[in-house]
Structures are given as structure tokens and as C-alpha cells.
């Protein structure tokens, strides 16, 4: 919003000193748009007027009448209550307060007054328990007689403070509130302009004008977003890398027939995307997503060694040592027998290892260097770093991704998730990338067996785990989730893992893996199943992404509605890499209804992308995503579930707008540029380009 007025700070009306301003700001409440931004999350009905005798008992109404007399009581226990009686001009009814005995100075007899309770009615005495009062002085009543604003509220602010200070606002702002959205897209889409909305959206009229308000809100809010993202993909797309790549050469033709596969038709269609981005001039932002085990690691490798034979250097950022560890043992063994050196890079590197290999990474002499965090550190410096991929990058903060792309001049970035991700959270998040989907899994994979089961049936399950192991199968079995504290959820693994290696599993081989083991160790555990050696491991969810063991063919998940959907699902696809038959057994007695539901869609769908709609739909993007993990912006008023349909309007809007105006530097692009500025300034991007 362009007009001084709504930028001004909020201690600017009346009514709002420092104390009150210190409440403001704890909802975030710094100017005046703020406050007028500061959506009701619903309204209360108050608008119904009725007589106190067409009331019924239990019902909370709202009245109007005029004060008759007023008495303060007082009841053994000490409580005072104040009894008004009031006059509705048909009959008589009892309002009553407890311990408030001042308001009967204020209700003198003759004051008109609205009251909201609820009814009491005994021994044909109509009394109503009151809640919220207004007086009625002739003008606009803000807590009764009306579609009342319900906001959300911190500190001592109390909603009647609210409402008294959004009306004055909104009388001080009056006509200067500027509209700075397109006349053209309010008609089109038939929002009403800012300054009616801003009015409807806290003062309805009646419900329709409160629905067309929010509506013009909703869409205002997502288009500025998405036009901000088209923005940046433009932007993005103009840069000019400063290193270039060969076309494929032998080392990836090598690589490709050593593999003991086919690529599948998904994977050659993102490698094709992919190749063609690496050869473009402008630097690559690519977020690959595909579900577990739709082999995505294949791809990334693909990427880095075009890098290598390009003369350019690439790094591979996971979010966890064992997911490191992993990436490096696997591409270290494909690599080597290329004649191409690979590194790994981790909090536990020794001191001496650690010199060596910054040295080679300096020098270029070392060309992949894989890792976790710990690749973003100052002293981490590459001769020239060409192609950055990062693995399961949710689990990473904004900076901590942009830190690793700045250690070179616009590298080529691939972002990959086995997270699948909802379309609406998709465009949200990564509306300034290219998206590259591998739908299918490879050939051979089989899907895996899921049930649900209550905790009686735990012995079956064992028995299950018992008869696979005896075929030279491996198994997984999770702790739950027993709180909010480390120390309490290692207790409890450590515990089970003790208890099953001496009684139901003592004839076969149990170890536990936690988070919370060094790194060394975690590994030594996790070579010791890939290998074979241990026959069942106990682990806490440090197991949930990119832990590949084909032999291992049975999950049991224990209390698995502790659980979210796509963890739930990440666990499942520990197993089912191999053509073996493979099991997933979720142990659980769900108290609650969104428990039941989640179990109900693992059972029924091993289906990735629809198990991630479900997940949104029932906890909504915030816990879905790590709302300020991911760089999601804390939308006011949109809802990435239920606005999904707006969202992609929006997003039309927003491509066509910068397709006819690339610079916004029209006058109606002007106006949209200052308040995407001033509404996001940087968020939701999960690529910063320097």
C-alpha cells in the first residue's frame, strides 16, 4: 500500500500509547496496514434481534432494551452480582454480571443498551448471563447488533480494544486507501476495491459482503506472492552463469553402462530437462522431486559428473550424517571405478582428513565433494564450483542453502525431495523453480503390503519379523515418538532394543541406532545391516529418509499415529527395494479422529503425492512443511488448502501480468512492485541469488 497514511505506525490513532503499542506488536501489529490487515478469524451473529420471551433456555441471544433499575447482591461466598432489569418493549428480562458491581453507577434507569448472553429461564423468569454489552447511543454499535468481528489476540488486548481501534483506522484512513490492484482484474474476478473491502472485512453488513471481502483479500494475498516468485523465475532466468558445460562425453557414458538398470522413461525425461538446463547459459534452479525410490540419486550423480567432464567441480548437500554417509558410499564406488575422486565432508571429519581435503577441493584437484552442513563453512572453498544439488532440502534453512550456492558465481542448483509435495505447496514454495517430477519406481519393485493393527496384535508382527529373518530377510522396527525430549525417546528405544535382544528376537542379531550416537558409531551400525550382520534394528525416525537396504523387506512403525503422513511414508519406503514381498506394519489405537484418518490413507494408498494431499488437507501447510523452516511465508488471510482453486488464478494472473510488463515498470506495475516490496521483500525463495 502506497499511501503514507497506512504506513505510518499505529501509535498514530488515538486511543493507542506505548503500552498498547507493545501489546500490538506482539501480533505483529507495527503500522496502521498492519492493523487493518489484522483479519477477524470469524464472526459472531449478533445481528438477530429478538424479544427476551420468544427465547429459549440454553440459547445465547442478542437483546436490546432499556434499563428499568439496577441492584448489587451478595451471595455467601462473597461474589457480587448485579442484576439490571430491562425493559425489551414487550416484556421484562434480568441481565446479570458477576463481580462487576461498578456497572451499576453506569446503568442508571433509561439507558438503552444491547446485551449478548446466554438465556436462563426458571420459575417463568427471563434472566440472560451476559457476556459482552454495548450501549446504545443511536450510533454503530461494534460488539452487538451486527455481524461482530472475532480476531485473533495476544497479551491483555481484549477484542473489544481491537474492534474500538480497527474502527478508528478505518475512519482515519477513510477514501485514501488507494487501490493498487489492476481495475481490470477486480472486474474480472469480481473483487470489490480496497477501501469497501477493508470496511466489509471487519464491519459486514450482513454475511455475503464479509465473503466477497475476504474473497478480494485472498486473492490479493496469493497473487502479490506469485507475482513476486514469476518476478524472481524472470530474474533468474536472465542471469548468465560464468562457466559452461561439454556436451554428455565418456565418463557419463561409462557411468550409464556400468549402471545394472534401465533408466526408467521418468528418469530419461527429467535427465533430458536437466542436461538441456546445464547447457543453457542462465545458471539452473531445479527442484526434482520424486517419491522413495523412484531413483533420483541416479540423476543427481548423472548432473555431477557432467560437471566433472566439464571441468567444473559439484557438491552434494544432505541433511544428516547417515544420508551423507550414504550418498558418499554409493557414488564413491560408481565414481572410482571413473578415475573420479570423491570426498566426504561431515562434522566428524578428523582434524588431519579435513586439511587434506579442503586442500584438494582448493586446489580443484578434487572435483565432488559430498557432505553435510559442515560444506558451508567459511574455510570450505572450491577452485570452480559449477553444479550444487541438495538432498531432502526441507530439512535445511533458507541461508544454509544460499550460503553453499554463494561459494561460487551463480552455480547451477538441483533441489531434490523425496517429500512428495502437494501442487498448491508445490507453486507456494518453489514458484521461482522448474519442476521435474519422476512419477514411476524403477522396474522390480514391488509395492509394499501395509496394515494397520492394534497393539494386541504386536505378536503377530513379531512373528512376522521371525519368519522373514529366517528367509535371510532383514527387519526395521521404529520407537514411537514418546515426547517432546531426546533423552526421553532414546530411553525408550534403548530400552525396547534390550528387551527384544533378550526375549522375542534372542536367537537373531539386535542393534539400535539413534540420533543421538556419534558419527562413527551410527555408522558402523548402519554397515553392519547393510551388510547383513544385524538381522533387526531398532531405531528411532533417524532412520526415516535415505537409508537403503534392499534385503530389509519388514517396518514396523510402534504408536504410529504419533506420526504425520509423509513421515509415516518415508518410513515405509525403508523396505520394499527389492523383488522381494515386503511388509509394513503399523502398530497403533488412535484415540483420535485425524489418527484413524492417517492410518486409513496409509493402508489405502502407497501413492506418494495423494498421501501428501491428505497430509495437508488434515494438518494444513504449516505443520506440513515447517512453515519457518521452509521460507513459506505466513499468509493472513489465504489458506493453501482451502484457496487452492485462487491460488492457481492467481498464479495465471501473476505469469501473464509479468509476461506483458517483465519490469512492472508501468504505472499499475509500479504500484505492485512497491507492495510486493513492502508486503515480502525476499520471502518464500528458496534459491537467493547474490
Known amino acids: 500500500m502506497a499511501d503514507s497514511i497506512l504506513t505510518r505506525t499505529v501509535d498514530r490513532i488515538k486511543m493507542v500509547g506505548p503500552r498498547r503499542a507493545a501489546a500490538l506488536k506482539e501480533l505483529k501489529i507495527i503500522t496502521i496496514q498492519d492493523l487493518l490487515y489484522h483479519f477477524p478469524r470469524r464472526y459472531l451473529d449478533r445481528a438477530g434481534l429478538r424479544p427476551a420471551g420468544t427465547c429459549l433456555h440454553g440459547e445465547v441471544v442478542t437483546l436490546q432494551g432499556t434499563v428499568l433499575s439496577a441492584r448489587n447482591l451478595r451471595t455467601r461466598r462473597g461474589l457480587t452480582v448485579t442484576r439490571v432489569t430491562v425493559h425489551d418493549g414487550l416484556g421484562i428480562f434480568e441481565a446479570v454480571w458477576f463481580n462487576q458491581p461498578y456497572l451499576k453507577k453506569s446503568l442508571t434507569p433509561g439507558t438503552k443498551l444491547f446485551i449478548t448472553g446466554k438465556v436462563e429461564k ?6 440472560v448471563v451476559v457476556e459482552e454489552y454495548d450501549l446504545d447511543n443511536g450510533g454503530d454499535s461494534l460488539n452487538t447488533g451486527r455481524l461482530v468481528p472475532v480476531y485473533p489476540l495476544a497479551g491483555r488486548l481484549t477484542q473489544r480494544q481491537v474492534r474500538t481501534l480497527v474502527k478508528a483506522a478505518l475512519d482515519a484512513v477513510g477514501e485514501q486507501a488507494a487501490d493498487f490492484l ?7 474476478h469480481a473483487l470489490p476495491p480496497l477501501g469497501p473491502a477493508l470496511s466489509a472485512v471487519h464491519y459486514p453488513d450482513c454475511e455475503d459482503a464479509a465473503v466477497a471481502a475476504r474473497k478480494r483479500f485472498i486473492f490479493e494475498e496469493l497473487f502479490l506472492f506469485q507475482l513476486a516468485l514469476a518476478l524472481r523465475r524472470r530474474n533468474l532466468t536472465r542471469c548468465k552463469k560464468a562457466h559452461a558445460y561439454l556436451p554428455n562425453g565418456s565418463i557419463l557414458s561409462a557411468f550409464k553402462s556400468q549402471l545394472p538398470f534401465q533408466l526408467t522413461s521418468g528418469q530419461v525425461k527429467v535427465w533430458k530437462e536437466i542436461s538441456r538446463d546445464l547447457e543453457s547459459p542462465s545458471p539452473m534452479n531445479r527442484l526434482l522431486q520424486g517419491d522413495v525410490g523412484s531413483g533420483k540419486t541416479v540423476i543427481a550423480a548423472m548432473a555431477l559428473l557432467k560437471a566433472v567432464e566439464s571441468g567444473l567441480q559439484g557438491a552434494l548437500m544432505a541433511p544428516t550424517e547417515i544420508l551423507a554417509e550414504q550418498h558418499f558410499l554409493g ?3 560408481a565414481f572410482g571405478r571413473l578415475d573420479v575422486e570423491v570426498a566426504l565432508l561431515t562434522g566428524s571429519t578428523g582434524k588431519k582428513s579435513r ?13 565432488v565433494l559430498v557432505g553435510t552442513h559442515a560444506l558451508i563453512q567459511d574455510n570450505v572453498e572450491f577452485q570452480r ?30 533441489v531434490m525431495t523425496a517429500t512428495p509435495i502437494p501442487r498448491t505447496l508445490a507453486l507456494t514454495l518453489y514458484g521461482d523453480l522448474q519442476l521435474s517430477v519422476i512419477a514411476e519406481l524403477p522396474p522390480g519393485r514391488r509395492p509394499v503390503k501395509t496394515f494397520a493393527v492394534l497393539p494386541s496384535a504386536l505378536n503377530k508382527a513379531y512373528g512376522l519379523v521371525r519368519e522373514q529373518v529366517r528367509q535371510g530377510r532383514q527387519a ?21 532394543a534390550e528387551t527384544l535382544a533378550s526375549g522375542e528376537f534372542r536367537e537373531y542379531r539386535v542393534r539400535l541406532l539413534h540420533g543421538r550416537m556419534k558419527a562413527g558409531q551410527k555408522e558402523l551400525i548402519m554397515e553392519s545391516f547393510r551388510c547383513g550382520e544385524t538381522d533387526i534394528l531398532v531405531a528411532t525416525t533417524v532412520i526415516e529418509v535415505g537409508v537403503d537396504v534392499p534385503n530389509a523387506t519388514v517396518m514396523i512403525v510402534l504408536d504410529a499415529d504419533r506420526f504425520g503422513l509423509s513421515q509415516l511414508h518415508q518410513l515405509r519406503g525403508r523396505v520394499g527395494r527389492s523383488i522381494h514381498s515386503s511388509y509394513c506394519i503399523l502398530i497403533a489405537d488412535p484415540k483420535t479422529k485425524e489418527g484413524r484418518a492417517r492410518l486409513k490413507a496409509m493402508v489405502s494408498t502407497s501413492d506418494g503425492f495423494a498421501l501428501a494431499e491428505e497430509d495437508l488437507r488434515l494438518r494444513g501447510p504449516g505443520e506440513f512443511y515447517g512453515t519457518r523452516q521452509s521460507g513459506l511465508p505466513e499468509f493472513k488471510i489465504a489458506d493453501l488448502v482451502r484457496d487452492g482453486k485462487v491460488l492457481l488464478a492467481a498464479r495465471e494472473e501473476a505469469l501473464t501480468r509479468v509476461q506483458e510488463d517483465p519490469q512492472l515498470r508501468g504505472s499499475e506495475g509500479r504500484l ?13 525463495s528458496y534459491i537467493e541469488v547474490g
Open 331 to 333: 557414488i564413491k564406488e
Open 385 to 414: 564450483l559449477g553444479l550444487v544439488v541438495v538432498d531432502e532440502q526441507h530439512r535445511f534453512g533458507v541461508h544454509q542453502r544460499a550460503t553453499l550456492q554463494h561459494k561460487s558465481w551463480r552455480p547451477d542448483t538441483l
Open 182 to 188: 489492476p481495475e481490470e482484474l477486480l472486474q474480472k
Open 122 to 127: 426458571n420459575f417463568g423468569v427471563t434472566q
Open 355 to 367: 586439511e587434506e581435503l579442503l586442500n584438494g577441493v582448493r586446489s580443484g584437484r578434487l572435483k
Open 672 to 684: 505492485l512492485l512497491k507492495e510486493i516490496s513492502a508486503r515480502f521483500g525476499s520471502a518464500g
Open 476 to 496: 526395521y522396527i521404529v520407537c514411537p515418538l514418546v515426547e517432546e525430549s531426546e533423552k526421553v525417546d532414546l530411553k525408550a528405544a534403548t530400552e525396547l
